[in-house]
């Protein structure tokens, strides 16, 4: 105890005396920068990890990006304006891995023609190809990275996971997806689409990029855990049996209205006209 | 036929035998003499009832209405009207453990844990959609026909007021699971209440016990769904078929078929067989729907948590013009003295359905002070012999369709790639516009139709048989139409005119019903004055003569006819067949 004490004086004593020397301001600016910038690396709320990419794999990431993306997106992905100030296609600095991952792996990029948003369809690169564009765009700036296999693996769920997923989604998807995930209209002809097979890894991507109109889910919106439990939902109820027979599109009561009135109507009217047709006292021939 | 009293049951040459007597007999003499239903039921049993298809559309709803009851019952057996919060605990995976109230417990137990719950909970929601569908086209049906006028305009009422009970015995029992989507819907009424200018937020506390949700909306819906309003339709039920028994069927006019009488076929066993099976065609079709097609998964939808939506909150059918109206109003709202007047809700959600509903119970009412007429009717009117009315109600229909496709511009604009807001603005134009195309439409379309009608009562039917003359021209025969046709044809009344009387009478006094009489008389000359009337007599006659001259001048032709002309319509063909040779 004595011992330290004796020590920590020593040192005191050194550092004050050359607390006057010429190199202890900048010394100390150095390290007070050097100290917030670790502790800001290690502490901040972004999770902006950078995996060092494999630099050939960005370099084919850039080849691909200038034949397919730039004429929408700029040569340098920072985003090209229309005259009127609008965007035609945006900056892709900054959005990180995961939307390449999302935006192309789901066949919305490259979009095939200009609208309100970009539709789903077959994607058109293939895996290596999406993994080289997405190592460029992740090279541009920090951005979510593509989740691992194991943060959106649901195979292992709950069934209080499955349930929690289920006040999740409730609470902060059906407003737009609609209560089965079968999708919802939003203004100017714009849209949430349907999740029904959906991939869970897209699923993941979705809630963390917040692609086209959806808002971004981050990790401190929704946990990893949370994202997680929301996906278990979704795929629980993919594959749980329409207990009620046909979901007629699992649109609510439209499509319900419709088919009362198609079937229901349409059928007992018909019967109506049937049991009309054949009166009692004619007898039909035999034919 | 009958055996039972003992008497023979042929006149053929082996003696009789008597058979024993029935059980039946005594059995029903202790009955009549207890009950005195013998002389009601021999009148009753044999009562006449015209046939046709669209009279049996009424008996959907009747029907579908005894289905509501059946499976309502046993509903009842195992639902819990209660907003009391519970931890579900059944077989449904996805919501164990979650919080909710004892209502959507129950309906979660009714779908998963009780034998034929889910089928007994669709076939009752079908039932209902299909309860208020039949309501709506057996109404059109009496309106298009005519069959609501004198003496039956009380009966129109009160089918108007089993639409309104229907409507709203639908809207609590879609209330009562509370799902998401019920409690939204609870919601959204709640608002509609409290947009009515100062009553409205003491209707809202009153009807919730304080503030939304509380925990008394559901059992008192629950009082109000199964005693209130069935007790009210069963009543109105059979009001409504009382009178129909009381002012006999109408029937459309025929050879035979007057004013006085009714021509069909009896109650025994005719229509007692149509109509039974019918109930169980009605039964059976859902049945099959239950069985088959989804209706309110509620278990999708998760308990009600008013912090959450699901996209696609919709009503069920019936209240989805509202809805529409609802939906396309532009945002009007007035702040006055720290008020605010929410004319955005409180006129397309309360003004509009009430106004509307007032509209169609008058209807017979509006028609019949127009027209002046006051006689009874029997006999039905196609609906293009009234064409003003049949366009006034197709125009009620496409304001009303397209209110309803308004309800649901969001399904509309995810299904068809439409943007929802030129959805939108395209109906705030559309209901104003169409009804009115639509009217015009109608009305002349109905007017060529009789136009039509005329010219083959007056210029025969074409037959199809193309006549070269002498010329070589070539022309259609027309063929007089068979008799029985032409007198159904001619079988309804001349249109009158209302002429209102002089506005001044003898003395000089003005009348004192004359600014009434002179707008009647210009709604009755709108109503009425293009119509096409049935030809004079004179007319018919002329016509007739015409034909004769046409025979005659053919009659030169007789016997020398070129293969295929004597399919004139006017020879015997029996048994002649076209020349294969050429």
Same mark, same amino acid.
């Given at each position: 105890m004595r011992l330290t004490q004796k020590i920590s004086h020593r040192i005191a004593g050194r550092l004050s005396a050359g607390r006057r020397s010429r190199v202890a301001a900048p010394l100390v600016l150095v390290l007070g920068l050097l100290v917030t910038g670790g502790m800001?690396?290690?502490?901040?709320?972004?999770?902006?990890? %950078?995996? %060092?990419?494999?630099?050939?794999?960005?370099?084919?990431?850039?080849?691909?990006?200038?034949?397919?993306?730039?004429?929408?997106?700029?040569?340098?992905?920072?985003?090209?304006? %229309?005259?009127?100030?609008?965007?035609?296609? *945006?900056?892709?600095?900054?959005?990180?891995?995961?939307?390449?991952?999302?935006?192309?792996?789901?066949?919305?990029?490259?979009?095939?023609? *200009?609208? *309100?948003?970009?539709?789903?369809? &077959? &994607?058109?690169?293939?895996?290596?190809?999406?993994?080289a564009l997405a190592a460029y765009v992740a090279s541009l700036g920090p951005g979510p990275d593509i989740p691992a296999a194991s943060e959106y693996d649901v195979s292992n769920a709950s069934t209080e996971d499955i349930a929690r997923g289920g006040e999740f989604f409730r609470t902060n998807c059906t407003a737009c997806h609609n209560f089965a995930g079968a999708g919802g209209a939003l203004p100017r002809g714009r849209f949430a689409p349907s999740l029904q097979g959906v991939s869970e890894k897209h699923l993941y991507e979705a809630m963390l990029t917040g692609p086209q109109q959806m808002p971004v889910f981050g990790d401190q919106v929704l946990t990893p855990q949370d994202k997680r439990q929301i996906i278990a939902y979704l795929k629980k109820n993919e594959e749980t049996p329409n207990y009620g027979g046909f979901t007629l599109g699992s649109l609510g009561p439209v499509s319900e209205g419709l088919f009362a009135w198609l079937v229901g109507i349409g059928s007992l009217v018909g019967a109506a006209v049937w049991i009309a047709a054949n009166s009692a006292r004619s007898r039909r021939k035999q034919a | 036929m009958s055996s039972s009293n003992g008497v023979a049951p042929t006149n053929g040459t082996r003696p009789a035998k008597a058979h024993k007597p029935s059980k039946a007999g005594p059995a029903a003499t202790w009955a009549d003499d207890r009950l005195g239903l013998a002389s009601m039921a021999k009148k009753n049993l044999r009562k006449v009832f015209p046939d046709h298809w669209s009279f049996m559309l009424g008996e959907i709803a009747l029907w579908s209405f005894v289905v509501l009851l059946l499976t309502g019952v046993f509903l009842t057996l195992w639902f819990r009207p209660s907003m009391v919060e519970v931890v579900y605990d059944g077989s449904y995976d996805q919501l164990r453990g979650i919080h909710m109230s004892e209502a959507y417990a129950s309906s979660l137990n009714i779908s998963f844990?009780?034998?034929?719950?889910?089928?007994?909970?669709?076939?009752?929601?079908?039932?209902?959609?299909?309860?208020?569908?039949?309501?709506?086209?057996?109404?059109?049906?009496?309106?298009?026909?005519?069959?609501?006028?004198k003496p039956r305009e009380l009966n129109w009422v009160i089918g108007s007021l089993l639409l309104l009970l229907g409507t709203l015995e639908g809207f609590t029992g879609y209330s009562l699971p509370d799902d998401l989507l019920s409690g939204t819907g609870i919601r959204a009424a709640d608002g509609?209440?409290?947009?009515?200018?100062?009553?409205?937020?003491?209707?809202?506390?009153f009807l919730f016990g304080g503030e939304f949700p509380g925990d008394s909306i559901i059992p008192r819906l629950y009082t109000v769904h199964v005693l209130l309003i069935p007790g009210l339709l069963l009543a109105l039920i059979a009001a409504h078929m009382l009178l129909l028994v009381y002012h006999k069927h109408t029937q459309w006019p025929g050879p035979g078929r007057t004013e006085q009488n009714v021509v069909g076929f009896p109650m025994l066993p005719v229509y007692a067989a149509k109509a039974g099976g019918f109930f169980f065609v009605v039964f059976g079709t859902l049945a099959l729907m239950g069985g088959l097609m989804s209706i309110n998964p509620v278990w999708r939808f998760g308990p009600y948590n008013p912090a959450e939506v699901t996209a696609g909150s919709q009503p069920d059918w019936y209240m989805g013009w509202p809805d529409g109206a609802l939906r396309i109003m532009p945002g009007l709202e007035t702040h006055i003295w720290g008020v605010t007047l929410s004319w955005n809700v409180f006129l397309p959600i309360i003004v509009l359905p009430g106004l509307m509903f007032t509209i169609l119970m008058m209807l017979p009412f509006i028609e019949a002070w127009i027209t002046g007429d006051k006689r009874?009717?029997?006999?039905?009117?196609?609906? $293009?012999?009234?064409?003003?009315?049949?366009?006034?109600?197709?125009?009620?229909?496409?304001?009303?369709?397209?209110?309803?496709?308004?309800?649901?511009?969001?399904?509309?604009?995810?299904?068809?790639?439409?943007?929802?807001?030129?959805?939108?603005?395209?109906? $705030?134009?559309?209901?104003?516009?169409?009804?009115v195309i639509a009217f015009l439409i109608t009305r002349r379309w109905c007017i060529s139709l009789q136009r039509h009608d005329k010219e083959v009562l007056l210029h025969g039917y074409e037959s199809g048989v193309i006549m070269r003359d002498a010329q070589g021209g070539y022309s259609e025969k027309h063929l007089p139409l068979p008799l029985d046709r032409a007198y159904t044809l001619t079988a309804r009344d001349r249109d009158e005119v209302f002429v209102p009387e002089t506005a001044v009478d003898g003395n000089g006094v003005p009348s004192p019903s004359n600014r009434k009489d002179r707008l009647r008389a210009k709604l009755s000359a709108y109503w009425y004055g293009s119509n096409i009337q049935k030809p004079t007599l004179a007319e018919l006659e002329e016509s007739h003569h015409h034909t004769e001259i046409d025979v005659a001048h053919e009659a030169p032709l007789e016997g020398h006819a070129a293969d295929g002309h004597q399919f004139d319509g006017r020879h015997d063909v029996s048994g002649e067949e076209l020349s294969t040779k050429h």
């Amino acid at each position: 105890m004595r011992l330290t004490q004796k020590i920590s004086h020593r040192i005191a004593g050194r550092l004050s005396a050359g607390r006057r020397s010429r190199v202890a301001a900048p010394l100390v600016l150095v390290l007070g920068l050097l100290v917030t910038g670790g502790m800001y690396a290690a502490l901040s709320p972004a999770s902006a990890q %950078t995996r %060092t990419a494999d630099q050939d794999l960005v370099a084919k990431g850039r080849a691909l990006f200038l034949v397919g993306c730039a004429s929408c997106h700029g040569k340098n992905a920072e985003g090209i304006t %229309t005259v009127k100030g609008g965007q035609y296609g *945006p900056s892709l600095i900054g959005v990180g891995a995961a939307a390449v991952d999302f935006q192309v792996g789901t066949g919305r990029m490259p979009m095939a023609q *200009p609208g *309100p948003q970009a539709l789903r369809k &077959p &994607p058109v690169y293939d895996d290596a190809e999406i993994a080289a564009l997405a190592a460029y765009v992740a090279s541009l700036g920090p951005g979510p990275d593509i989740p691992a296999a194991s943060e959106y693996d649901v195979s292992n769920a709950s069934t209080e996971d499955i349930a929690r997923g289920g006040e999740f989604f409730r609470t902060n998807c059906t407003a737009c997806h609609n209560f089965a995930g079968a999708g919802g209209a939003l203004p100017r002809g714009r849209f949430a689409p349907s999740l029904q097979g959906v991939s869970e890894k897209h699923l993941y991507e979705a809630m963390l990029t917040g692609p086209q109109q959806m808002p971004v889910f981050g990790d401190q919106v929704l946990t990893p855990q949370d994202k997680r439990q929301i996906i278990a939902y979704l795929k629980k109820n993919e594959e749980t049996p329409n207990y009620g027979g046909f979901t007629l599109g699992s649109l609510g009561p439209v499509s319900e209205g419709l088919f009362a009135w198609l079937v229901g109507i349409g059928s007992l009217v018909g019967a109506a006209v049937w049991i009309a047709a054949n009166s009692a006292r004619s007898r039909r021939k035999q034919a | 036929m009958s055996s039972s009293n003992g008497v023979a049951p042929t006149n053929g040459t082996r003696p009789a035998k008597a058979h024993k007597p029935s059980k039946a007999g005594p059995a029903a003499t202790w009955a009549d003499d207890r009950l005195g239903l013998a002389s009601m039921a021999k009148k009753n049993l044999r009562k006449v009832f015209p046939d046709h298809w669209s009279f049996m559309l009424g008996e959907i709803a009747l029907w579908s209405f005894v289905v509501l009851l059946l499976t309502g019952v046993f509903l009842t057996l195992w639902f819990r009207p209660s907003m009391v919060e519970v931890v579900y605990d059944g077989s449904y995976d996805q919501l164990r453990g979650i919080h909710m109230s004892e209502a959507y417990a129950s309906s979660l137990n009714i779908s998963f844990d009780v034998r034929a719950g889910l089928l007994m909970r669709q076939m009752h929601h079908w039932a209902a959609m299909v309860f208020v569908a039949s309501m709506m086209i057996h109404l059109l049906r009496v309106f298009f026909t005519g069959a609501f006028r004198k003496p039956r305009e009380l009966n129109w009422v009160i089918g108007s007021l089993l639409l309104l009970l229907g409507t709203l015995e639908g809207f609590t029992g879609y209330s009562l699971p509370d799902d998401l989507l019920s409690g939204t819907g609870i919601r959204a009424a709640d608002g509609f209440m409290k947009s009515m200018p100062v009553v409205g937020t003491y209707m809202s506390f009153f009807l919730f016990g304080g503030e939304f949700p509380g925990d008394s909306i559901i059992p008192r819906l629950y009082t109000v769904h199964v005693l209130l309003i069935p007790g009210l339709l069963l009543a109105l039920i059979a009001a409504h078929m009382l009178l129909l028994v009381y002012h006999k069927h109408t029937q459309w006019p025929g050879p035979g078929r007057t004013e006085q009488n009714v021509v069909g076929f009896p109650m025994l066993p005719v229509y007692a067989a149509k109509a039974g099976g019918f109930f169980f065609v009605v039964f059976g079709t859902l049945a099959l729907m239950g069985g088959l097609m989804s209706i309110n998964p509620v278990w999708r939808f998760g308990p009600y948590n008013p912090a959450e939506v699901t996209a696609g909150s919709q009503p069920d059918w019936y209240m989805g013009w509202p809805d529409g109206a609802l939906r396309i109003m532009p945002g009007l709202e007035t702040h006055i003295w720290g008020v605010t007047l929410s004319w955005n809700v409180f006129l397309p959600i309360i003004v509009l359905p009430g106004l509307m509903f007032t509209i169609l119970m008058m209807l017979p009412f509006i028609e019949a002070w127009i027209t002046g007429d006051k006689r009874e009717h029997h006999l039905l009117q196609r609906p $293009r012999n009234a064409p003003t009315r049949t366009a006034l109600m197709v125009a009620l229909m496409t304001f009303y369709g397209l209110m309803w496709a308004a309800g649901g511009n969001d399904i509309i604009a995810l299904k068809m790639r439409l943007s929802i807001n030129q959805i939108t603005y395209f109906m $705030r134009a559309a209901v104003f516009v169409g009804p009115v195309i639509a009217f015009l439409i109608t009305r002349r379309w109905c007017i060529s139709l009789q136009r039509h009608d005329k010219e083959v009562l007056l210029h025969g039917y074409e037959s199809g048989v193309i006549m070269r003359d002498a010329q070589g021209g070539y022309s259609e025969k027309h063929l007089p139409l068979p008799l029985d046709r032409a007198y159904t044809l001619t079988a309804r009344d001349r249109d009158e005119v209302f002429v209102p009387e002089t506005a001044v009478d003898g003395n000089g006094v003005p009348s004192p019903s004359n600014r009434k009489d002179r707008l009647r008389a210009k709604l009755s000359a709108y109503w009425y004055g293009s119509n096409i009337q049935k030809p004079t007599l004179a007319e018919l006659e002329e016509s007739h003569h015409h034909t004769e001259i046409d025979v005659a001048h053919e009659a030169p032709l007789e016997g020398h006819a070129a293969d295929g002309h004597q399919f004139d319509g006017r020879h015997d063909v029996s048994g002649e067949e076209l020349s294969t040779k050429h």
